[in-house]
């Protein structure tokens, strides 16, 4: 999957910021996922899901969709995530979302994020 708006785009993996050479404002959004998998599901359907899961989040990030993803203390039988997403918009954000492998046995919710004034690496290109 291919966007013009990223495939344009610079990435600062120092600073983990991204901006665009012409200009386009990439969105970030905070993701949590509540992953709960359906009772009765075989081990073997898990299994094949969770791998082609971090095969698409491998190339989202390739692509510069996913920035970070992290794992909140859990309690036992938890499964969650937080990740940090660019995307040109909710809708584009939503598809990315949306064609994840386990995206049916998932909870999300995301909150779109804005940059602070007090922002320490602020957006719109490398700092020194």
């Given at each position: 999957m291919t966007n013009t708006a990223v495939t344009g785009a610079t990435y600062d993996v120092d600073r983990g910021r991204q901006w665009s050479s012409d200009e386009e404002e990439i969105m970030e959004f905070l993701v949590e996922f509540d992953l709960h998998i359906p009772v009765g599901t075989p081990k073997a359907e898990v299994d094949e899901r969770v791998?082609?899961?971090?095969?698409?989040?491998?190339?989202?990030?390739?692509?510069?969709?996913?920035?970070r993803l992290w794992r909140p203390p859990l309690a036992p039988g938890q499964r969650k995530a937080l990740g940090l997403y660019r995307a040109d918009s909710e809708v584009q954000l939503d598809a990315l979302l949306g064609a994840l492998p386990l995206s049916d046995w998932m909870r999300t919710t995301v909150t779109p994020l804005q940059p602070h004034p007090n922002d320490p690496t602020p957006s719109g290109g490398p700092t020194a």
């Open positions: 791998t082609a899961e971090a095969a698409a989040s491998t190339e989202l990030a390739r692509q510069g969709h996913l920035a």
